[in-house]
Nanobody, 118 residues
């Protein structure tokens, strides 16, 4: 079955860095656009960044210049490098895989918590 497993979350001080990893299995990874979303309790998930199968990326304005998404199709893995973290970045971060053409095919990971606090 399809699995997306996130890791790398934790507690970091403002200005610090974290690298999130999402390992996928059960899908042809290169056929999926990969994204990171984040969510606060009681709020909707918001798109943070996404990357297509051929490596084209986009970012929310709030993270541009601080976050970098990348993928390794050989390892079925997508990464989110988060630098200059701010308390406002505190949230649960979720990995999403969406088929490039069959948009209704979408999978979610279980999430990983990122807390930015002094």
């Amino acid at each position: 079955q399809v699995q997306l497993v996130e890791s790398g979350g934790g507690v970091v001080q403002p200005g610090g860095s974290l690298r999130l990893t999402c390992a996928a299995s059960g899908i042809i990874f290169s056929l999926y656009d990969m994204s990171w979303y984040r969510q606060l309790p009681g709020q909707q998930r918001e798109l943070v960044t996404g990357i297509t199968g051929d490596g084209t990326s986009n970012y929310a304005d709030s993270v541009k210049g601080r976050f970098t998404i990348s993928r390794d199709n050989a390892k079925n893995t997508v990464y989110l490098q988060m630098n200059s973290l701010e308390p406002e970045d505190t949230a649960a971060y979720f990995c999403n895989a969406r088929h490039q053409s069959l948009y209704f095919i979408s999978y979610w990971g279980q999430g990983t918590q990122v807390t930015v606090s002094s």
